[in-house]
């Protein structure tokens, strides 16, 4: 069995099957970027090709078992079961402005273990594999397909952490952006991450033109590593030089998550200005999202915006994110396996 995204075996079933290469550009464009499904991408072909092909390419890694829609809001979330069992999330999000995003998942769960993140209470169970992060976004974009409309932005804020899964991540990023694939620039592609400055340094390097978001959710050392166990690894002070690198690339966002009584008093808004200093971001203020077990709370929406007011009369592009998908557990940190699911 070939994988889609494996050129070599593509390659050996197109000769073997004496199909014209431009035919395989036509059975890609039908796959890729116009996101029609495989039969669909089946018919760009010979006939007489077809049955091979079909028979000896995997055309899909992961099965939709559960799709729900908000009520209130855009976003849809998407329930896959992988090969061996285990269910992961992606959600779709279609704010008003119309531009849709998809956030996908790198891992069955998540090692990191912050302390706002329902993800890290399932624990860690492996990383997904290339074929199964793309799967995920092959299809969501059929759905949005037949909306008739078209993902915009990949955003990877699904359960698990990203640079923890970097040979997969990376592979996954190439063909994304590949022109004989999905063709996406880099600037519509967002990878976040706890902060582990090695593979951010890696990515920077390998991936310059996709964007990179730390989730920082505060700027005192203590108050960090209380909040994410990481933090106890990388310090903000290897994690500052890392920032200072990756900058380089073009503006990083920086996603912090307000507390109530933990990270979001005037000294906080302070401190994190000294600490982003002349360094080119873009800071994303994130409203917690509550979820069963968790004795956090968010700040309230008016002592958030004067967060940010701060943060803006120090200089900083600021923007406070509103979440999407919250009735149906799909906003960020919700993402949970169900214990009970299979
Ligand atoms: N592991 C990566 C990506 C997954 S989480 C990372 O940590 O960046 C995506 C974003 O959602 C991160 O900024 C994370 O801190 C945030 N998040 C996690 N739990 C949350 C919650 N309960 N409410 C709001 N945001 C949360």
Redesign the pocket.
């Known amino acids: 069995m070939a994988s889609l995204y494996d050129t070599a075996g593509i390659e050996e079933l197109r000769s073997r099957n004496a199909v014209q290469p431009h035919r395989i550009k036509l059975f890609r464009t039908a796959l890729f970027k116009k996101a029609l499904g495989w039969g669909a991408a089946l018919d760009t072909l010979p006939e007489t090709a077809r049955l091979d092909f079909s028979n000896h390419i995997e055309f899909q890694s992961l099965e939709l078992l559960e799709r729900h829609d908000s009520k209130t809001d855009g976003a849809s979330k998407l329930i896959f079961k992988t090969p061996d069992q285990h269910l992961i999330e992606s959600v779709i999000l279609r704010p008003k402005t119309g531009r849709i995003s998809l956030c996908i998942s790198s891992q069955v769960g998540?090692a990191?273990y912050?302390s706002?993140?329902?993800?890290g209470m399932m624990g860690f169970t492996r990383n997904l594999t290339c074929d199964e992060i793309l799967d995920q976004v092959l299809q969501a974009s059929q759905i949005v397909k037949e909306e008739g409309r078209s993902i915009r932005n990949i955003v990877?804020?699904?359960?698990?952490?990203?640079l923890l899964n970097m040979e997969h991540l990376f592979s996954a990023l190439a063909i994304l952006c590949g022109p004989s694939f999905f063709n996406y620039a880099g600037s519509r592609l967002m990878v976040?991450?706890?902060g582990i400055p090695h593979a951010m340094a890696r990515f920077s390097e390998q991936f310059p033109a996709v964007q990179l978001?730390?989730?920082l959710?505060s700027a005192r050392q203590a108050v960090r590593e209380k909040l994410m166990p990481q933090a106890r690894k990388y310090t903000l002070d290897v994690l500052r030089e890392t920032l200072v690198e990756a900058s380089r690339n073009g503006k990083v966002m920086i996603?912090y998550?307000l507390l109530a009584g933990v990270n979001d008093s005037v000294e906080d808004s302070q401190v994190l200005t000294d600490y982003l200093r002349d360094i080119p971001v873009h800071i994303n203020l994130?409203?917690?999202?509550?979820?069963s077990g968790?004795n956090l709370h968010g700040t309230p929406l008016a002592e958030r915006k004067a967060f940010a007011d701060r943060l803006k009369a120090a200089g900083f592009n600021t923007t406070l994110r509103y979440?999407l998908g919250s009735d149906i557990a799909a906003?960020?940190?919700?993402l949970v396996q169900h214990k009970n699911g299979l």
Do not use: D, K, R
């Not at 906003?331 to 919700?334: D, F, R, T």
């Open positions: 998540c990191c912050c706002f993140c329902a993800t990877f804020m699904g359960m698990g952490e990203p976040s991450t706890v978001a730390l989730s959710h996603e998550l994130i409203p917690f999202n509550e979820y968790c979440s906003a960020c940190g919700q």
